[in-house]
Nanobody, 124 residues
Framework: QVHLVESGGGLVQAGDSLRLSCTAP????????MGWFRQPPGKEREFVAA????????PYADSVEGRFTISRNNAKNTLYLQMTSLKPEDTAIYYC?????????????????WGQGTQVTVSS
């Protein structure tokens, strides 16, 4: 079992930046593929970004390409999502996910463990 904890969400204005973090207290996730998903209000959960166990990112969701960057620090057991030029449509609950596949994926079904989520709200 892997317990994931997200942090870094909050209320920001359009154009601002935020960095989300995800850790796994007491457990290393160095060999897991990792991803970020989000669920906007009233919508289905959607893929945002993913990264392999060796730090290669998969193609980003079109809606965040060029604005968001996923990264990981295996020594610190931490996953990050740097978000810049935030837009109101980025408002969502953001979830960290871990996959037993080292190569991650872009589908929810590719992931085995999920965090509780952190709220990001972008005001116009």
């Amino acid at each position: 079992q892997v317990h994931l904890v997200e942090s870094g969400g909050g209320l920001v204005q359009a154009g601002d930046s935020l960095r989300l973090s995800c850790t796994a207290p007491g457990r290393t996730f160095s060999y897991f593929g990792m991803g970020w998903f989000r669920q906007p209000p009233g919508k289905e959960r959607e893929f945002v970004a993913a990264i392999t166990w060796i730090g290669d990112s998969l193609p980003y969701a079109d809606s965040v390409e060029g604005r968001f960057t996923i990264s990981r620090n295996n020594a610190k057991n931490t996953l990050y999502l740097q978000m810049t030029s935030l837009k109101p449509e980025d408002t969502a609950i953001y979830y960290c996910a871990a996959s037993t596949s080292r190569w991650a994926g872009t589908r929810s079904n590719d992931y085995d463990y999920w965090g509780q989520g952190t709220q990001v709200t972008v005001s116009s």
